[in-house]
């Protein structure tokens, strides 16, 4: 293996793959990787004999996955903001082809969610082996009561209750909050968060579409797990007033995520997402929980509630609702192609492009053009991921040593 800790110019090339690119996948060609950058695509014939090869053997090479809203996995999640439980979930999303993520806490007492923001701004500050930190998602606690799903809601607030200063002066560590956008307060909030840079999202909402197109007006401009705690067609009188849900279906100028377990969505829900939006405005997320990675049966913990793995999903012990994922990012991708019908291209692309565009890191990640990071994923047939790669070293390879570079 190349020196991973190298610094400077040297070069690799993956030799022997199916690239994915944003528009096509290429074979036949080599991709070029010098120092922490992509260099770009080369013929093999043209590569000077100086130059390692590692030939992956005819697998797919991607863009490394970048997960916006994953909240934790074998048994941990960001709230808890320890290195231990950082560690294992960012060790573990590297091991999945993961490269870049959002740490996306849960609603929680205020103090516990700032406690959880200062930990994270000086994660990101240090070098770390596993998938990179790139901010922090707050999800909630600003959320309808009545669409709280598995979040806990004894400390589900208001927008306009005086606690968003606490974790705005931390502004520069948050890329997205998501609240529901009719609650009194949540307009300011809309304003305040897109001044900031901030990405205003909304989620587990009772919105109509037409509190959606007032909070749109002030910078809303994303929209979390569709289908999962959002509000739908409703009759008033006689009258037909839409939700959140129609409004995320229809209205240009919002992103969408989509939970692609195959557990929150059936696949006809996920196709007419698709149909819908596009794959540059719909982007696959994992809203993984602590249950990711562990087995069928096992009782975990979010806060002061009890939850367990069943049938391949979180699930609330009273079955009334999931408790997020138990499915990491890189395994959506064959339920995004085989299950919903979506060509490999794009679903790649909605795991690596348009999440990094929805959090502005496009100029430098998500695709595998030419002075981008050197943030790579390498994948087996069934995407269990051969080897990871994030700024020109290797974080993660399977037990194989076969190909090594020569």
Avoid at 62 to 83: K, R, S, V
Avoid at 206 to 226: C, E, K, N, T
Avoid at 382 to 389: G, L, P
Wanted: proline content about 6%; hydrophobic content about 40%; aromatic content about 4%.
């Amino acid at each position: 293996m190349i020196d991973q800790q190298h610094h400077g110019p040297q070069k690799l090339a993956l030799v022997n793959g199916q690239i994915v690119l944003p528009d096509k996948i290429v074979t036949g060609q080599a991709l070029v990787i010098a120092g922490a950058k992509i260099e770009g695509l080369a013929s093999p014939t043209e590569l000077g004999s100086d130059i390692p090869r590692l030939d992956v053997g005819g697998r797919t090479i991607t863009p490394g996955l970048i997960d916006i809203h994953t909240h934790g996995a074998l048994g941990h999640n960001f709230n808890e903001a320890t290195p231990e439980a950082f560690e294992l979930i960012t060790a573990e999303q590297a091991r999945r082809g993961v490269t870049s993520l959002l740490a996306t806490t849960m609603t929680a007492p205020i103090a516990e969610l700032v406690t959880c923001l200062e930990f994270a701004s000086r994660w990101m500050q240090e070098s770390h082996n596993g998938a990179q930190v790139a901010g922090v998602h707050i999800e909630g606690p600003y959320f309808a009561v009545e669409q709280a799903g598995a979040q806990d809601p004894a400390n589900i607030r208001r927008p306009n209750d005086g606690t968003v200063d606490r974790l705005l002066e931390h502004h520069q560590t948050i890329k997205i909050m998501s609240y529901a956008p009719e609650l009194p307060g949540a307009l300011e909030l809309t304003e305040r968060l897109h001044a900031l840079g901030i990405v205003p999202a909304a989620g587990h909402s009772s919105a109509r579409d037409s509190d959606v197109q007032a909070a749109m007006a002030r910078g809303l401009r994303h929209i979390i797990h569709i289908w999962s705690a959002q509000s739908t067609t409703v009759r008033q009188g006689p009258y037909r007033k839409p939700g959140l849900l129609e409004a995320s279906l229809t209205f240009d100028g919002l992103t969408v995520e989509m939970i692609a377990d195959n557990k929150h969505l059936p696949p006809t829900l996920m196709k007419l997402a698709y149909k819908c939006l596009g794959p540059d405005r719909l982007c696959a997320i994992s809203d993984a929980t602590n249950g990711a990675g562990l087995p069928d049966g096992t009782h975990f913990r979010m806060g002061d509630l009890e939850y367990d793995v069943h049938d391949g999903v979180g699930m609330m012990l009273d079955r009334s609702a999931f408790a997020g994922s138990t499915t990491l990012l890189n395994q959506m991708i064959p339920v995004l192609t085989e299950a919903a019908g979506i060509p490999l291209i794009e679903a790649v692309r909605m795991v690596t492009l348009t999440p990094a565009r929805v959090i502005g890191l496009e100029a430098a990640k998500g695709s595998l053009a030419a002075g981008k990071d050197a943030d790579i994923a390498i994948f087996n047939p069934d995407f269990s991921a051969w080897r990871t790669m994030i700024g020109g070293r290797w974080v993660y390879c399977q037990q194989d040593n076969a190909n090594e570079p020569h």
